[in-house]
């Protein structure tokens, strides 16, 4: 979830070739300022103690999640472009008996979660330790996870590529609505939060037309409000100083 606004023009389509399986990459740049010295340290020291990727589950995928904590979770979620990790480190703390992975692929970002980490340990506390981090494109990772391994999928504020060519790069479409429909368990939550209307057309025409997910919405004030577990992040902040609307979608997975 690097700079939404920014990422179609910062980066060429030469820039923007095709990731892992032939994946259009549906992010823009994957580094910002340069690394301080601390920053470095934390990529090259804690980012390993905390990675998660496709080979972790390259053996055998359902003994590698029951591992992946180290101590035994409720329930395991995946944020997908987690940006500057605020919805992330939130939820974490709030759900300590849950295990959560984030994907991002802009540095900048996994540095900011990182920072929360390792700022836990220094106090003690321990309440990120339900954290692990992929800091690149989730799909090959959703292509290795099990079958109906996880209990909530967030992807908020996607880069929204406005520009009319590209917008074959956004994420919120059928093939991942594919990967996403083969490792969430029946009755696991995805919710998608945009600030952009096309976007959120998008991703409404991609889930409500896959026979995998339903929405949960009776009436616009559940697409209009974020509930109270959903807290907000800078994205969604400068929509709003922007005069933006914000769209909340929630699905199910099909039982």
């Known amino acids: 979830m690097a700079d939404e606004k920014t990422s179609a ?3 060429s389509d030469r820039e923007l070739a095709a990731d892992g399986a032939g994946d259009l990459r549906s992010f823009g740049r994957r580094r910002g300022r340069k690394a301080t010295e601390r920053q470095r340290m934390l990529l090259e020291t804690l980012l390993p103690e905390v990675a998660v990727g496709a080979p972790t589950f390259s053996n055998d995928a359902q003994g590698a999640i029951d591992r992946l904590f180290g101590e035994p979770v409720r329930e395991t979620w995946l944020e997908i472009g987690f940006g500057g990790g605020e919805h992330l480190v939130w939820q974490a703390r709030a759900n300590s008996d849950v295990g959560l992975i984030g994907a991002e692929p802009f540095e900048d970002g996994v540095v900011k979660v990182l920072s929360e980490i390792d700022a836990d340990r220094q106090t003690g506390d321990r309440k990120l330790a339900n954290v692990r ?7 090959p990772l959703l292509r290795a996870l099990p079958q109906a391994s996880l209990d909530r999928v967030f992807i908020l504020f996607p880069d929204p590529w406005p520009k009319r060519r590209h917008a074959k790069r956004r994420l919120v479409q059928p093939p991942l609505v594919e990967l996403l429909a083969r490792v ?3 009755g696991a939550e995805l919710r998608v939060g945009t600030d952009i209307g096309d976007y959120a057309r998008t991703a409404l025409l991609a889930l409500t037309s896959s026979p995998d997910f339903v ?3 009776a009436g616009p004030q559940d697409w209009r409000v974020r509930p109270s577990d959903w807290p ?3 994205y969604e902040a400068k929509a709003i100083r922007e005069g933006r609307c914000c769209y909340f979608l929630r699905f199910t997975r099909a039982k």
Do not use: I, N, S
């Open 232 to 234: 907000g992040t800078r």
């Open 133 to 139: 981090l992929l800091a690149d494109d989730v799909r």
């Open 215 to 217: 929405w949960q919405a």
């Open 184 to 186: 969430m368990k029946p």
């Open 9 to 11: 023009d910062h980066e």
